[in-house]
C-alpha cells in the first residue's frame, strides 16, 4: 500500500513537471544543483513515513475507544486492560510527538526557501503534501482529543451513579468540583465499608477517579502541540481562501480573454471576406491587428497558467 502511494505522488510530481514548458523552467529553477529528482524521492518516503505514523495514531484511538467501552461496562476494574489502554496512550503521544516534528521540519524547510524567493513546481507539491498532512494529524487528533473527553464525562457518570448508590446524590457542579480536588477521599466520604458491595464500590469510585486524573494529564500533556497544530491548519486555511480568490480571479479573466479571441477571429473573418474588395495594405494591417490580439490572450493565459500552478 504504501508503495502504491509513494507511486502516486511520484505520478503527480511527473505531471505537474509535464504541464509544458514554462512550467519546465520554473520547476528547474527550484533546483539548480540538479538534486530535484532524488531531493523529492526522498521527500515522497518521508511523506509515507508520516502518513504512516497519522494512520496508526488513528488506529490505536479506535483501540482506545474500545479499551474505554470494556473498562466502563466491566463490573469490576480489570487490570490487563487498564495497563492496554495506558500503553495506547503512551504510543499515541510519542508517535504524535514524532508527527509533529517532522511536519515542523519540513515547514521550515518551505519557508526558508519562500524567503530565498525560490519558486518551483517541487516546492508547490511539498507545500500541498505538507497541508494534507498537517490537516489529516489535527483531524485525527482531534478525534483523540474528543474520545479522551467524552470517556472522562462517562467516568464521571459512573462516579456519580455508585455514589447514589451508597445514598450520596451530587449535582455536575459538586462532583467537578470534587474531582479538582485531586482527593478521591471526597467521594467515599460517609461510606459505611461494612458489605462487600460497599467495598467494590468505593474501588470502582477510586478507579474511575484515577482515570480522570489520567485523562487530565494527558490532555494537558497534548494541549500544546494540538493548538500548535490546530493554529498552523487555520493559517492554511487563509491561505486557501486566498487561493480560491486567486481562482476565482483567473476564472474571470479567462472569460475575459475567450471574448478577446472571438472578437479577434470576428476580425480575421472579415479580413478574410473583404480580401478581394480592398487595398492589399489594409487587409494586411486587419490581420496583423487581429493576430495581435490572439497573441496578447495567449500571453495572457500563459501567465494564468503560470500564477494558478505557483
Request: hydrophobic share 35%; proline share 1%; net charge negative.
Amino acid at each position: 500500500m504504501a508503495k502504491d502511494r509513494l507511486a502516486a505522488l511520484k505520478a503527480a510530481q511527473s505531471d505537474d513537471e509535464e504541464g509544458g514548458a514554462d512550467d519546465v523552467a520554473v520547476n528547474l529553477e527550484g533546483r539548480q544543483d540538479g538534486s530535484g529528482a532524488g531531493f523529492m524521492d526522498k521527500f515522497f518516503e518521508e511523506v509515507e513515513g508520516i502518513r504512516g505514523m497519522i494512520d496508526k495514531i488513528q488506529a490505536n484511538v479506535e483501540e482506545v475507544k474500545k479499551k474505554h467501552s470494556a473498562i466502563l461496562s466491566a463490573p469490576q476494574t480489570d487490570e490487563k486492560v487498564k495497563q492496554e489502554l495506558e500503553d495506547l496512550m503512551v504510543d499515541i503521544k510519542k508517535t504524535a510527538n514524532r508527527v509533529r516534528a517532522k511536519l515542523k521540519e519540513i515547514e521550515q524547510n518551505i519557508e526558508a526557501e519562500e524567503q530565498s524567493n525560490k519558486s518551483s513546481a517541487d516546492l508547490r507539491i511539498r507545500k500541498t503534501q505538507h497541508s494534507t498532512l498537517s490537516r489529516k494529524f489535527v483531524e485525527v487528533m482531534t478525534e483523540y482529543n474528543r474520545t479522551q473527553t467524552d470517556y472522562r464525562e462517562r467516568c464521571k457518570g459512573r462516579i456519580q451513579r455508585q455514589l447514589e448508590i451508597t445514598g450520596r446524590t451530587t449535582t455536575n457542579d459538586e462532583l467537578e468540583e470534587m474531582l479538582e480536588q485531586g482527593n478521591p477521599a471526597v467521594f467515599t466520604q460517609g461510606i459505611i465499608m461494612e458489605t462487600q458491595q460497599a467495598r467494590q464500590t468505593l474501588a470502582d469510585i477510586e478507579a474511575r477517579h484515577a482515570d480522570i486524573i489520567k485523562l487530565e494529564n494527558s490532555i494537558r500533556e497534548l494541549h500544546d502541540m494540538f493548538m500548535d497544530m490546530a493554529m498552523l491548519v487555520e493559517n492554511q486555511g487563509e491561505l486557501i481562501d486566498r487561493i480560491e480568490y486567486h481562482v476565482s480571479f483567473t476564472v474571470e479573466k479567462v472569460a475575459e480573454g475567450k471574448k478577446e479571441l472571438d472578437v479577434a477571429e470576428d476580425y480575421h473573418k472579415g479580413a478574410q471576406k473583404v480580401k478581394e474588395n480592398h487595398d492589399p495594405d489594409m487587409l494586411d494591417n486587419s490581420h496583423c491587428y487581429s493576430w495581435r490580439i490572439c497573441d496578447e490572450f495567449s500571453s495572457q493565459a500563459s501567465l494564468i497558467h503560470l500564477r494558478e500552478n505557483k
